[in-house]
């Protein structure tokens, strides 16, 4: 079954302590992206990567880092995460830059 | 500069009402897809429509490319399609980043 998956699904942590979250598609896509979805805001594209070891910035990357080692895993890293990125996290999949994105369940993230 | 407007930004209907949500873009597209977002916050894939109409059950879409604008309609409207609605747009002649309208959040009373 194609999917998307992400870990964890929610999260609550301390300002300051370093996370990641995992995000894994078997639908052997080329692009990959992190989304943030905030009130009133909508969906707002934070890094994305166009092959391994192919990344750019999105609208929203400050306070993140990205990695894309393997084509199928593409981790969203917070070094020292902070309130303001308390949100829900959406990672996408698409087959290249003309086609569908897929989206998975999301990681619901609490910083304290 | 860069922008995707979706309009209305809340609509309530009863149910069996047609409801046309709009999604107006600033610049040419090669990219443009309307998501359902259903109460459990997941992400709904219902069209891949960078230009034309396309149609799926009681659901259709049309973008007028030429004209910057998408529009999706609902027809016979349930109670299950209650959510928000998003378009997500990728532009020409720029970098592959997706940009996404503030949705429209839709409420159907039974």
């Known amino acids: 079954e194609a999917q998307v998956t992400q870990n964890p699904r929610y999260l609550i942590t301390v300002t300051g302590k370093k996370l990641t979250v995992t995000c894994s598609q078997n639908?052997?896509?080329?692009?990959m992206s992190w989304y943030r979805q905030d009130p009133g805001l909508g969906l707002r594209q934070i890094y994305y990567s166009m092959n391994v070891e192919v990344t750019d910035k999105g609208d929203v990357p400050e306070g993140y880092k990205v990695s894309r080692k393997e084509k199928r895993n593409f981790p969203l890293i917070l070094e020292s995460p902070s309130p303001n990125q308390t949100s829900l996290y959406f990672c996408?999949?698409?087959?290249?830059?003309?086609?569908?994105?897929?989206f998975g369940p999301g990681t619901r993230l609490t910083v304290l | 500069g860069i922008q995707v407007e979706q309009s209305p930004p809340d609509l309530i209907l009863q149910e069996g009402a047609n409801s046309t949500l709009r999604c107006n873009f600033s610049d040419s597209v090669n990219n443009l897809q309307w998501f359902h977002q259903n109460p459990w916050g997941q992400l709904i894939n219902l069209f891949y429509?960078?230009?034309g109409t396309k149609q799926n059950g009681r659901l259709s879409a049309t973008t007028v490319a030429t004209e910057r604008y998408s529009l999706l309609y609902i027809s016979s409207s349930q109670t299950t399609d209650s959510g928000v609605y998003f378009c997500a747009v990728g532009f020409m002649n720029r970098d592959d980043k997706i940009i996404f309208g503030k949705g429209t959040r839709l409420h159907i009373l039974p």
């Open positions: 996408a999949t698409r087959k290249g830059r003309y086609n569908e994105q897929f």
């Open positions: 429509i960078p230009s």
């Open positions: 639908m052997n896509h080329e692009y």
